[in-house]
């Protein structure tokens, strides 16, 4: 069973960068599909971007293609998230989470086994 903490949320101004770590622990963390998540305060839980077991594919939600990157180091038992340009409605705990199933690196979090305590970003204006 592998244990997901999440790092680096905090305030920024919109428009501005911020990187996500989550460290793996645990957990043979090379074996996993990794995935982030975020929850704005009254809204559902949705996907942001999922990352395959090497790293070599990708799957980004729409809303944040072209400005997020999500990589991993293996070798380091972490997973990151490149957030550029964020925007107000970007407020949100975000979630790393790890998945143990086939497949590609996939957007839907019942997929998805582990999951973090989540780091708060507040995007204000």
């Known amino acids: 069973q592998v244990q997901l903490v999440e790092s680096g949320g905090g305030l920024v101004q919109a428009g501005d960068s911020l990187r996500l770590s989550c460290a793996a622990s645990?957990?043979?963390?090379?074996?996993?599909?990794m995935g982030w998540f975020r929850q704005a305060p009254g809204k559902e839980r949705e996907f942001v971007a999922a990352v395959s077991r090497s790293g070599v594919s990708t799957n980004y939600a729409d809303s944040v293609k072209g400005r997020f990157t999500i990589s991993r180091d293996n070798g380091k038992n972490t997973l990151y998230l490149q957030m550029n340009g964020l925007k107000l409605e970007e407020t949100a705990v975000y979630y790393c989470a790890a998945d143990s199933d086939f497949g590609p690196p996939a957007g839907w979090a019942a997929r998805y086994d582990y999951w973090g305590q989540g780091t708060q970003v507040i995007v204000s204006s």
């Open positions: 645990g957990g043979l963390f090379s074996s996993y599909i």
